[in-house]
């Protein structure tokens, strides 16, 4: 049966079609991939049929990995699950790419993220109408302080202005069900959407679930000649985690080896083990539980009972857009987003006061931003003068904590839930981080000729109070660039062909936070290294060419990054002991690439598209102590999590009633250490998507289709840097990518 489907699937095709968009030949609307017409760098974006062609419940995220040098990694189907969730462009990894939802920025989107939310957790993936991917060193309006490697700026769809209802429901292997529900109040003067969705599922491995309950609204009012816009989200989310591999548990154990939920006994029986062998510095409390590891497991940190991560947030935004003159337009917004997350780890390390061997270990978060950003734009003929400003405030509060469970034979508290009472608290610390960012930008036409000048600037101070010290950093950092500089130039050679170039530079902040930054090593170590710390910079040159020929279309370009003064965090143990990092300047980085990417109209409803990356991203220096001793003999090594290749191809169909996908994305080889020495092999993934669209009476839309992912249902690592990379040798820092999965949606609208 899986064979035949399969089949089926891979005689169908994909509805995505990327072209140059054309303004006198083609509709732009019209285009699932749009490549950026008139643009002085690469730039790139993703419809929303392009989101829809995903299973409901996908992070757009993951449909931004069919295009040229972004890696997207996850350990489940949808791409949403946050531990494992980790995506590259150029080799610049998340916490170096700039993320914003209508401008309102989402932070750096790592795991535990101490300024923002991830993207799923902002707006659920029907309501997001584009996504703008900039490859460079993106735009200079973008509200983000760490955009060394380029930005992603999710837009969300405006309300109709026709009342309207559309409503998907999704069932999948490991009993996944997806919900949602949107209702268009319509109006001309005022309208308003408002959405619900959920999404639970069963991990494809060992015991536990993950779910999602997501609220948004989007309200527009246009008073005149001027437009109001407001937007919220409600997200609440539980995760069970999957458990962190190395490739000696791979190897061992198998990709299929994971917590231990379901076996509260033995989780007790390998804890008692490893408090009497020493291995986790507990008191022994059972000394009869002996000193060997109960078979197949040989290390207290093979497996452990639980883990999870839980956020509940709120994000909202009012902004106004009003034309000053008929040449001059201005507009102004304000956000405010709370957060309240705890990630847990049933610890085998720390005892609970009831006798069991283990407790609930806590790392928790609480975020409070407001921020404003706006600008004024003008019109002056020749050129478009743009002048705009972003501050905020973020006050954000982090603690490591320890809650007991009952007793040793029940563990009296579940991972799904917000923890409270605990026995003991390791760390609190309160956070600040006080933005202030200005940019000035020209675009100036001369003749066919398009370019682009300008710089931005900004002023973040950074600063730690401790309530409990617990070991790590206090005190106060300030990052000041006030000129980092673009330029670009655009260039039509004829109606087919046009050639761009730019240079950029770009600087990144700190970050405060007892897990990230300058702050998370110990106080001795921020007090030696807070003088002479340089903030992360990067310089970027690109060089490329956009054509469009009837049925063809593509684009190639090759890059130069230069990125500065890198900020290594090294691990040190596993990572659910969480011991400090070890941080330095060590020097810099080059990467190298050519991106390349076509698109065939083959007529009769199919089309094909191929993409292609190459980059060559390397550390330039050693890691030196402060005599000058190599440490790491990192220099010419290819930086982690960084593949040579990429390879993305489509082949589809759109018909009148029948439609369909099937794509191949293939990654090169991965590397996790810094000097080389482990690595994960690449590999191929196939997704296919097979639908139908029924005429029904009384209905704007109804459509059943299918997906599968991982169509061949391949072992594999996903995620690699789950607990950070060390230099070298085996590291329990690996996620397993999810088995084959297979996916009915129905969708109605009205």
């Given at each position: 049966m899986r064979a035949l489907f399969a089949l089926a699937l891979a005689s169908s095709t994909i509805l995505s079609s990327p072209a140059l968009a054309d303004d006198e030949n083609a509709d732009e609307s019209s285009e699932i991939v749009v490549y950026g017409k008139g643009e002085t760098r690469q730039v790139s974006e993703i419809k929303q049929a392009d989101i829809e062609i995903l299973?409901?419940?996908?992070?757009?995220?993951?449909?931004?990995?069919?295009?040229?040098?972004?890696?997207?990694?996850?350990?489940?189907?949808?791409?949403?699950?946050?531990?494992?969730?980790?995506?590259?462009?150029?080799?610049?990894?998340?916490?170096?790419?700039?993320?914003?939802?209508?401008?309102?920025?989402?932070?750096?989107?790592?795991?535990?993220?101490?300024?923002?939310?991830?993207?799923?957790?902002?707006?659920?993936?029907?309501?997001?109408?584009?996504?703008?991917?900039?490859?460079?060193?993106?735009?200079?309006?973008?509200?983000?302080?760490?955009?060394?490697?380029?930005t992603i700026e999710f837009v969300s769809r405006d309300p109709s202005e026709a009342f309207g209802v559309d409503a998907n429901g999704t069932y999948g292997n490991h009993d996944t069900k997806r919900g949602f529900v949107r209702i268009d109040t319509g109006g001309e003067t005022a309208r308003a959407w408002f959405s619900y969705g959920y999404l639970g599922l069963d991990k494809w491995k060992g015991s536990g679930e993950q779910y999602q309950h997501q609220f948004n609204a989007k309200g527009v009012i246009d008073a005149g000649s001027a437009r109001i816009t407001g937007f919220f989200n409600f997200s609440d989310r539980h995760e069970q985690d999957y458990q962190d591999l190395s490739l000696s548990i791979i190897n061992r154990l198998g990709y299929k080896v994971d917590n231990i939920a379901d076996n509260y006994p033995l989780a007790v029986l390998i804890a008692d083990v490893g408090a009497n062998r020493g291995d986790t510095g507990a008191t022994p409390l059972n000394p009869a539980a002996g000193l060997v590891y109960p078979a197949p497991y040989t290390t207290v940190d093979d497996v452990y009972f639980d883990a999870s991560g839980l956020r509940r947030d709120y994000l909202g935004s009012l902004g106004v857009e009003v034309p000053l003159s008929d040449k001059v337009n201005f507009e102004l917004k304000g956000y405010y987003h709370d957060n309240h997350g705890q990630g847990l780890w049933f610890t085998p390390y720390v005892p609970s006061p009831s006798g069991a061997p283990i407790s609930i270990r806590t790392t928790e978060y609480d975020i409070k931003r407001k921020g404003a950003f706006g600008d004024i734009k003008a019109n002056l003929g020749w050129n478009t003068l743009t002048i705009g400003g972003w501050y905020e405030r973020n006050d954000f509060h982090q603690a490591r904590r320890f809650y007991g469970l009952t007793s040793r034979t029940v563990p009296g508290r579940s991972a799904l839930d917000f923890q409270s009472n605990p026995f003991f608290t390791q760390w609190e610390f309160d956070y600040t981080t006080d933005i202030v960012q200005y940019y000035v930008q020209d675009k100036i036409k001369l003749?066919?000729?398009?370019?682009?000048?300008?710089?931005?600037?900004?002023?973040?101070?950074?600063?730690?109070?401790?309530?409990?010290?617990?070991?790590?950093?206090?005190?106060?950092?300030?990052?000041?660039?006030?000129?980092?500089?673009?330029?670009?130039?655009?260039?039509?050679?004829?109606?087919?062909?046009?050639?761009?170039?730019?240079?950029?530079?770009?600087?990144?902040?700190?970050?405060?936070?007892?897990?990230?930054?300058?702050?998370?090593?110990?106080?001795?170590?921020?007090?030696?290294?807070?003088?002479?710390?340089?903030?992360?910079?990067?310089?970027?040159?690109?060089?490329?060419?956009?054509?469009?020929?009837?049925?063809?279309?593509?684009?190639?370009?090759?890059?130069?990054?230069?990125?500065?003064?890198?900020?290594?965090?090294?691990?040190?143990?596993?990572?659910?002991?969480?011991?400090?990092?070890?941080?330095?300047?060590?020097?810099?980085?080059?990467?190298?690439?050519?991106?390349?990417?076509?698109?065939?109209?083959?007529?009769?409803?199919?089309?094909?598209?191929?993409?292609?990356?190459?980059?060559?991203?390397?550390?330039?220096?050693?890691?030196?102590?402060?005599?000058?001793?190599?440490?790491?003999?990192?220099?010419?090594?290819?930086?982690?999590?960084?593949?040579?290749?990429?390879?993305?191809?489509?082949?589809?169909?759109?018909?009148?009633?029948?439609?369909?996908?099937?794509?191949?994305?293939?990654?090169?080889?991965?590397?996790?250490?810094?000097?080389?020495?482990?690595?994960?092999?690449?590999?191929?993934?196939?997704?296919?998507?097979?639908?139908?669209?029924?005429?029904?009476?009384?209905?704007?839309?109804?459509?059943?289709?299918?997906?599968?992912?991982?169509?061949?249902?391949?072992?594999?690592?996903?995620?690699?840097?789950?607990?950070?990379?060390?230099?070298?040798?085996?590291?329990?820092?690996?996620?397993?990518?999810?088995?084959?999965?297979?996916?009915?949606?129905?969708?109605?609208?009205?």
């Open positions: 299973s409901p419940g996908t992070t757009a995220l993951k449909a931004l990995e069919k295009l040229p040098s972004v890696n997207f990694q996850s350990a489940d189907p949808f791409g949403a699950y946050e531990w494992s969730e980790r995506i590259t462009v150029r080799g610049f990894d998340q916490s170096r790419l700039g993320f914003t939802l209508d401008g309102i920025p989402l932070g750096n989107q790592n795991y535990g993220n101490n300024n923002g939310l991830h993207s799923s957790r902002a707006i659920g993936a029907e309501n997001v109408g584009t996504v703008r991917l900039t490859q460079g060193a993106g735009s200079l309006g973008t509200q983000a302080t760490n955009n060394l490697g380029g003749g066919a000729a398009t370019i682009d000048l300008g710089w931005k600037g900004f002023s973040v101070k950074n600063a730690a109070s401790p309530v409990i010290q617990g070991g790590r950093a206090a005190g106060s950092i300030k990052t000041t660039d006030w000129f980092q500089p673009s330029v670009g130039i655009n260039y039509p050679i004829s109606d087919m062909v046009e050639l761009y170039a730019s240079f950029s530079q770009s600087t990144e902040a700190f970050v405060s936070a007892f897990t990230a930054g300058p702050f998370s090593t110990t106080q001795a170590g921020f007090d030696a290294i807070k003088g002479s710390l340089k903030p992360e910079a990067s310089d970027t040159y690109e060089i490329g060419s956009r054509f469009k020929s009837g049925a063809f279309s593509g684009s190639i370009g090759g890059y130069l990054v230069n990125f500065r003064n890198r900020l290594l965090g090294i691990t040190t143990g596993a990572g659910i002991v969480g011991n400090p990092a070890v941080l330095q300047n060590v020097g810099g980085v080059r990467s190298v690439g050519i991106e390349a990417v076509a698109s065939y109209n083959l007529g009769s409803g199919f089309n094909a598209f191929l993409s292609y990356a190459y980059n060559d991203a390397t550390y330039r220096d050693n890691v030196l102590n402060a005599l000058g001793v190599i440490l790491a003999a990192t220099a010419g090594k290819t930086v982690v999590d960084a593949p040579k290749h990429l390879i993305k191809a489509d082949l589809g169909y759109e018909g009148k009633s029948l439609f369909g996908r099937i794509g191949v994305n293939y990654i090169s080889k991965r590397y996790f250490t810094y000097l080389n020495d482990q690595s994960v092999p690449g590999r191929a993934l196939v997704d296919a998507t097979l639908g139908y669209r029924f005429d029904i009476a009384g209905l704007r839309k109804a459509e059943l289709q299918l997906n599968v992912t991982n169509l061949f249902d391949k072992a594999y690592v996903s995620t690699i840097g789950s607990n950070g990379f060390g230099n070298s040798g085996d590291n329990q820092t690996l996620l397993a990518g999810a088995p084959q999965q297979f996916l009915a949606t129905v969708k109605v609208g009205f």
